[in-house]
């Protein structure tokens, strides 16, 4: 797959692999950064293209997830 240019300007949620929590930036910003600072525990975290790669997935999964469960007309068994 690679980083898909249609996710750079969507919010993209993943968490600091040191404490967890949340962070929520834009794709064009995880795509560009090499390292940050976490603000929730100020560690320096390296973003690894493999960890770019699996944050963009992660959101296309999610999001093709929310599509198929909103479709209309889909009949139960």
Not at 15 to 24: K, N, S, T, V, Y
Not at 69 to 75: D, K, Q
Request: net charge positive; hydrophobic share 35%.
């Amino acid at each position: 797959m690679g980083l898909a240019n249609d996710l750079f300007d969507k919010a993209l949620t993943f968490q600091c692999p040191r404490c967890h929590a949340a962070l929520i930036k834009k794709g064009s910003w995880i795509k560009s950064v090499t390292t940050f600072k976490c603000e929730r525990c100020h560690k320096t975290v390296r973003l690894s293209y493999t960890d770019k790669l699996a944050i963009f997935e992660r959101h296309r999964r999610q999001t093709a997830l929310s599509a198929s469960n909103e479709r209309p007309g889909t009949l139960a068994g």
